[in-house]
C-alpha cells in the first residue's frame, strides 16, 4: 500500500532519519514509537505530504485516500459538530452543501435540476445517505453526547473539539489512516472503543504514534522504531518489540566484549613475544590480525529521558488538607456531594473513579478555580501548592518564548536556574527560544514540569500529568514523584502510574468515596474496583 524507498529527513545538520527502507501493508498497525524530537510526528507529515522529504520517496497508489488527525480544533467553531464530522468526506460533504443551497430556491430550472441529479449521484457514491448515522457512531463511541451533535463546535471544549477531529478522521474510511496521540483526552471507554473500532472496522493501513503503553500493546501488530537515525520494523505488539530491541541490543554487547577480549589477548601475545627471536613472525602474524579485526559499531541511541526534580522550599504543617461535606452541582447536577476527608503531609493521593465523577472538578475546587455549593476545603499550616493542569492551555495561551515564559513565571529564579531547569526537561540551546503556542503536547508539559521544579511547593496537584509524555519520561516523572518527599493529590488514568506511585487511594463514587491508605494492588485486592482496566470499566457500562 505504501512503498517508502530510501527516505532521509534533517533539518540543517540535524538528522532525524536516514535511507529509511520499508513496505507498509494493508491490515496492519504500525506503531511509530521514538524519543522525543526523534521524527515520529515528522514521518507523519512526510506521509500526509505536508512535508517534503530531505531525499528518497514515498510511493503511494493514485486514488489512494490519506487520512490524518489533525489538531486545528478552532478550525470549524461555527459548525455543526455533525457537519464538521463528514468534513472528512470533503467531496460529499459540498455535495451536501451545494445540494442544501439548490434545494432553498423556490422553483428549480432545468439546469438546476440536472445539478441536482448529479450531487445525488455524489452523494450516493459516498455512502451520503447513511452518513449522519455513521457519523453519530463514530461521536457516541468517542463519548461525544448526542445532544451536541447539531450544536455548533464551539460549544465543546477543547478536548472534545479533538474527538470530533478524530471522528472526522474515522469518518473518511481512508485507505492509510495516520494518528498522532489519538487517546490523549479520551477516557477509558473511548479508548477501549477506539482500540476495538480500529482493529474490526479499519482494514487499510494504520500508522499512530501513542505514548499510552496499554493501547500500543492492545493495537499494534507492528512496530516502527525511530532511533540510532534509522526507523526499523519489528513484528508483535510494544512489550514483543521492547524484548527483541532489548536481545538485539545485548547480543551486540556480547559480540563486542567478545572481540574486545579476542583483541586484548592478542596485544599481549605481541607485546611479549615481538622482541623474541624465535616468536616475533607470530608476534607479527596476531599484530596484523589485530588490525584486520572490527568492532561490532554500537550506535548512540537517540532516547533521552527527563531529569525531574522536585523539591521543597520548606516543609509544610502535618495537616496539609481538610475537606468538610464539599459538593459541586453543574445545571443541578451534582458532580460529586458531601466529600469528606483529611490529607497528612507526605502522602501520594491517587483521585481514581469513572468518566465524569468530578475528579477533575474537584482538583479545580480545592485550588479555588471552582466555587463549591457546599462545604470547604481548609489547607494547613504554610501549604505551597504547585498545579500541573489538564489543559496546558490554561497556563500557556498567549505568544512568548519557552525562556521567556519560564522567566516571567519564575522572577524569583536566576537566569542560571532557568536554563539548568529547561535543559533537565530536555530544552536544548535552540528549544527554549520556540514560541509556547507552537510546542508539542510533550514539549508543553515537560516545560510546565520545568515551571513547578521552579516552584518547589510542598503540595504537588496533577492533573493528567502523563497525558502527553512519552514512555521515557511517564518512567522518569513516576521516579521522580516517588522520591519527592511533600505531598501528592493526582488524578490520572494511567494504571502504571498510578501503581508506582500513589500510596492511597480515593475512589470517588455516585455513594460518595472509598478511602484506602495504600497502594493500588492492596486496594485492588480489598475493593477490586478497578477503575483504571477499560475491560472492568467495559463491564460495569453493560
Same mark, same amino acid.
Request: charged share 25%; hydrophobic share 40%.
Given at each position: ?50 512535508? #517534503? ?37 470533503? $467531496? ?9 443551497e439548490l434545494l432553498k430556491q423556490e422553483t428549480l430550472d432545468e439546469k438546476s435540476g440536472f445539478r441536482l ?48 477531529? #478524530? ?42 504514534i501513542s505514548h499510552d503503553q496499554e493501547f500500543l500493546n492492545n493495537l499494534s501488530t507492528h512496530i516502527l ?55 616475533? =613472525? ?9 588490525? $584486520? ?48 476527608? =483529611? ?52 497556563? #500557556?495561551?498567549?505568544?512568548? =518564548? ?108 455516585? $455513594? ?31
Amino acid at each position: 500500500m505504501a512503498c517508502i524507498n530510501q527516505l532521509s529527513m534533517h533539518y540543517g545538520s540535524r538528522l532525524l532519519f536516514d535511507e529509511v527502507n520499508l513496505n507498509l501493508l494493508s491490515g496492519n498497525r504500525y506503531g511509530l514509537v521514538g524519543a522525543n524530537g526523534a521524527g515520529k510526528s515528522t514521518f507523519l507529515k512526510l506521509m500526509a505530504a505536508e512535508e #517534503l522529504p530531505s531525499l528518497g520517496e514515498i510511493i503511494i497508489p493514485n486514488q489512494s485516500r490519506i487520512g490524518w488527525l489533525r489538531q486545528d480544533q478552532f478550525k470549524y467553531q461555527d459548525e455543526p459538530v455533525i457537519e464538521v464530522v463528514i468534513r472528512g468526506k470533503f $467531496k460529499l460533504w459540498e455535495a451536501r452543501q451545494e445540494k442544501a443551497e439548490l434545494l432553498k430556491q423556490e422553483t428549480l430550472d432545468e439546469k438546476s435540476g440536472f445539478r441536482l441529479a448529479a450531487l445525488e449521484e455524489v452523494i450516493g457514491r459516498y455512502q451520503g445517505y447513511t452518513a449522519e448515522t455513521f457519523a453519530q457512531t463514530l461521536l457516541v463511541g468517542l463519548g461525544v453526547k448526542s445532544a451536541y451533535h447539531y450544536q455548533p463546535l464551539s460549544t465543546l471544549s477543547g478536548g472534545f473539539k479533538l474527538r470530533v477531529l #478524530l471522528a472526522q478522521a474515522l469518518f473518511e474510511e481512508p485507505d492509510i489512516l495516520l494518528l498522532d496521540e489519538p487517546t490523549n483526552h479520551l477516557d477509558i471507554m473511548s479508548i477501549t472503543w477506539l482500540e476495538i473500532y480500529l482493529k474490526t472496522e479499519f482494514q487499510g493501513v494504520l500508522i499512530f504514534i501513542s505514548h499510552d503503553q496499554e493501547f500500543l500493546n492492545n493495537l499494534s501488530t507492528h512496530i516502527l522504531d525511530i532511533d540510532y537515525g534509522e526507523i526499523r520494523e519489528y513484528v508483535g505488539n510494544y512489550d514483543q518489540y521492547i524484548n527483541h530491541k532489548t536481545l538485539i541490543s545485548d547480543q551486540k554487547l556480547h559480540e563486542r566484549q567478545s572481540v574486545e577480549k579476542k583483541i586484548d589477548k592478542l596485544k599481549i601475545f605481541v607485546e611479549r613475544f615481538r622482541a623474541s627471536a624465535s616468536r616475533s =613472525k607470530q608476534a607479527l602474524s596476531r599484530e596484523k590480525m589485530i588490525e $584486520k579485526m572490527e568492532l561490532p559499531d554500537i550506535k548512540k541511541s537517540s532516547r533521552q529521558s527527563p531529569n525531574f526534580q522536585f523539591i521543597k522550599k520548606r516543609p509544610s504543617g502535618k495537616s496539609v488538607l481538610e475537606v468538610e461535606n464539599l459538593s459541586k452541582q453543574f445545571n443541578e447536577h451534582y458532580v460529586f456531594n458531601r466529600l469528606s476527608f =483529611k490529607v497528612a503531609r507526605g502522602e501520594k493521593v491517587a483521585l481514581i473513579g469513572h468518566n465524569g465523577i468530578g475528579k477533575s472538578t474537584l482538583l479545580k475546587v480545592l485550588l479555588n478555580k471552582h466555587i463549591p455549593d457546599t462545604g470547604k476545603a481548609t489547607w494547613g499550616h504554610e501549604v505551597q501548592v504547585a498545579y500541573f493542569a489538564q489543559d496546558h492551555h490554561e497556563q #500557556l495561551n498567549h505568544d512568548a =518564548k519557552a525562556i521567556d515564559w519560564l522567566t516571567e513565571e519564575s522572577l524569583q529564579e536566576t537566569s542560571e536556574n532557568i536554563r539548568k531547569a529547561l535543559g533537565m526537561v530536555l530544552f536544548t540551546k535552540d528549544d527554549v527560544y520556540k514560541s509556547i503556542l507552537t510546542l508539542s503536547g510533550g514539549e508543553a508539559a515537560r516545560l510546565l514540569f520545568a515551571h513547578m521544579m521552579l516552584q518547589k511547593g510542598n503540595v504537588l496537584i496533577l492533573d493528567e500529568p502523563t497525558n502527553h509524555l512519552d514512555i521515557d519520561a511517564k518512567e522518569a516523572l513516576a521516579m521522580s514523584l516517588k522520591k519527592y518527599d511533600g505531598t501528592i493529590l493526582f488524578v490520572s488514568h494511567d494504571r502504571h502510574f498510578v501503581a508506582g506511585v500513589a500510596t492511597r487511594i480515593i475512589a470517588l463514587t455516585e $455513594k460518595g468515596i472509598t478511602d484506602f491508605h495504600g497502594n493500588y494492588s492492596n486496594y485492588l485486592l480489598k475493593y477490586g474496583q478497578d477503575y483504571l482496566n477499560r475491560s472492568w470499566m467495559a463491564a460495569q457500562e453493560t
